[in-house]
């Protein structure tokens, strides 16, 4: 009702533009999940049938059929069922970007930790860079570091660019 007072004969085109909608989306879902096939079965994840493409298209044909035949058997799923696989899937999603996002978080806080907060604790390799980025810095801004931080080297080493500079 709501649909035919505020849209009047429009109202009954409304189901026809949204199934089209949903046969598009169908459309690029079946094309893009063959070329996932097609790249999984080439890097051998999937059987390697299904990286074959047609020569004169240069289409993966055999995994766009195999695509075609899991849609068609996912399509005699209950769609209750259907909407909880999709629920799950995203929430999976979700979880696993936030878990590796904070993963990434914390590793790259432990890098800025040992870098910049206790130089001296951390390994050779961060050593070395802290005084590159050190010399960088000073190097670019002109500056001092604070000589109780920094290699006795870095301080001569900054006084001669600065010498050299004017």
């Known amino acids: 009702d709501f ?3 505020t849209l009047g004969n429009f109202s009954y085109a409304i189901p026809f533009m949204v199934a089209l909608l949903l046969i ?5 879902n079946l094309f893009c999940g063959s070329r ?3 790249a999984a079965a080439r890097e051998g994840h999937l059987p390697t049938c ?3 493409r047609h020569e004169a298209s240069n289409s993966p044909r055999a995994a766009l059929l195999g695509q075609m035949i899991c849609t068609v058997a996912m399509s005699f799923i209950d769609i209750d069922t259907l909407i909880n696989y999709v629920t799950f899937v995203m929430w999976s999603q979700k979880v696993v970007t936030v878990t590796f996002t904070g993963v990434a978080v914390v590793a790259s806080g432990l890098v800025v930790f040992y870098a910049l907060v ?7 390799t961060l050593q070395v860079l802290d005084d590159m980025a050190t010399r960088f810095t000073c190097r670019l801004l002109n500056c001092r570091p604070d000589s109780k931080k920094i290699n006795k080297e870095v301080i001569c080493w900054n006084g001669h660019v600065v010498s050299l500079s004017f």
């Open 3 to 5: 649909a035919q007072n």
């Open 24 to 28: 598009g989306t169908l459309n690029s």
């Open 36 to 38: 996932f096939m097609h």
């Open 50 to 52: 299904m990286s074959c």
């Open 118 to 124: 206790k130089p001296k604790e951390a390994p050779r």
